[in-house]
Nanobody, 115 residues
């Protein structure tokens, strides 16, 4: 049974930091590209960051220099370190796994940035 379980969301003031975690099970984690998406109210879901099985990373322009994605293949966990958070970062953040023509999603974790 495939599972992606996110944690680490919450409320923070602008300029603050949060670290999201996503623990995976049920598929060969180290072979998959792992992604973080987000969806703000009334907006489409967008790709925030990705990390390939080679550890190559890529980021949306809006988060470059502020967010960092990483993975621990032994722990089957992907992280998203978010620094200097802005109001526009408020969204539900989803963990996503892609590989071998398959795709899996987590349930999402809410991040709210507000003063």
């Amino acid at each position: 049974q495939v599972q992606l379980v996110e944690s680490g969301g919450g409320s923070v003031q602008p300029g603050g930091s949060l670290r999201l975690s996503c623990v995976a099970s049920g598929f060969p984690f180290s072979s998959y590209t792992m992604n973080w998406y987000r969806q703000a109210p009334s907006k489409e879901r967008e790709l925030v960051a990705e990390i390939l099985n080679t550890d190559r990373t890529d980021y949306a322009d809006s988060v470059k220099g502020r967010f960092r994605i990483s993975r621990d293949n032994m722990e089957k966990t992907v992280y998203l370190q978010m620094n200097n958070l802005k109001n526009d970062d408020t969204a539900v953040y989803y963990c996503n796994a892609k590989g071998y023509s398959r795709e899996y999603w987590g349930q999402g974790t809410q991040v709210t940035v507000s003063s």
